[in-house]
Structure formats: structure tokens, C-alpha cells
């Protein structure tokens, strides 16, 4: 698998925030270890992420492979996060104990 093939499996798929096409800048290769590949797809015209996208190893012939085979099948998500939601994690978050910096990994504090 390569960065073209990476491509074609999101050519024809659009940013849900600002509906730009995704361009060959979107997709960066933040790491590649055999047949892995680690990619982070990001709207070049809005700035949205969408986070780092796993490829491991391949066996279509690029010869042989037709754009209907690439395509992504979009579902459903769960439900927008919703008034009661935020307040529920307010209020979760506000009665963690003190020391709850704990459970977050050294490397990742601040």
C-alpha cells in the first residue's frame, strides 16, 4: 500500500464540516513499518481533523482495482452529544477526587 492508494481510498469523500474535497495535502504519513501505515487525515481548506486512519498490509493489484472497490461506506454515527450529556460530564468531572490527575499518563500532563 502507498500514498496513491491511501488517496484513492478517500477520493470522492468530502470534509463534513466545510464539504471540501480532500486533496493529496490532506493525508500526511506520520509513520510507516512494514506493511503499516499511520495516517492522519486533515481538511487543507477549514483546518478539521479527523484523527489518525490504520492501514495495515494490502493485496490488491493497483492494476486490477477499480474505484467501486476503494469505496468507503459511510454509517451512521451515535447520537449528537446533547445538553444533558455536557451536564452529566460536568458534573462527573467535578466530583473526581483530587488526586484524579492520576489516571491521566505522565507524558500526557501538563
Same mark, same amino acid.
Given at each position: 500500500?502507498? &500514498?496513491?492508494? =491511501?488517496?484513492?481510498?478517500?477520493? $470522492? ?6 464539504? @471540501? /474535497? *480532500?486533496?493529496?495535502? @490532506?493525508? &500526511? ?10 495516517? !492522519?487525515?486533515?481538511? !487543507?481548506?477549514?483546518? #478539521?481533523?479527523? $484523527?489518525? %486512519? *490504520?492501514?495495515?498490509?494490502? @493485496?490488491?493489484? &493497483? #492494476?486490477?482495482?477499480? #474505484?467501486? /472497490?476503494? %469505496?468507503?461506506?459511510? !454509517? /451512521?454515527?451515535? %447520537?449528537? =452529544?446533547? +445538553?444533558?450529556?455536557? =451536564? /452529566? %460530564?460536568?458534573? *462527573? =468531572? ?6 484524579? #490527575?492520576? +489516571?491521566?499518563?505522565?507524558?500526557? &500532563? !501538563?
Amino acid at each position: 500500500m502507498n &500514498r496513491e492508494l =491511501i488517496e484513492q481510498l478517500f477520493s $470522492g469523500l468530502c470534509c463534513s464540516e466545510c464539504k @471540501s /474535497d *480532500f486533496t493529496q495535502e @490532506s493525508f &500526511r504519513v506520520m509513520r510507516q513499518e512494514n506493511d503499516l501505515f499511520v495516517v !492522519q487525515v486533515t481538511c !487543507q481548506k477549514c483546518g #478539521k481533523s479527523f $484523527g489518525t %486512519a *490504520f492501514f495495515g498490509h494490502c @493485496s490488491l493489484n &493497483r #492494476k486490477d482495482l477499480k #474505484k467501486e /472497490d476503494l %469505496a468507503l461506506e459511510i !454509517q /451512521d454515527g451515535p %447520537a449528537p =452529544i446533547s +445538553y444533558d450529556d455536557v =451536564i /452529566d %460530564a460536568h458534573n *462527573f =468531572i467535578k466530583n473526581l477526587e483530587h488526586d484524579w #490527575k492520576k +489516571y491521566i499518563p505522565e507524558d500526557l &500532563r !501538563q
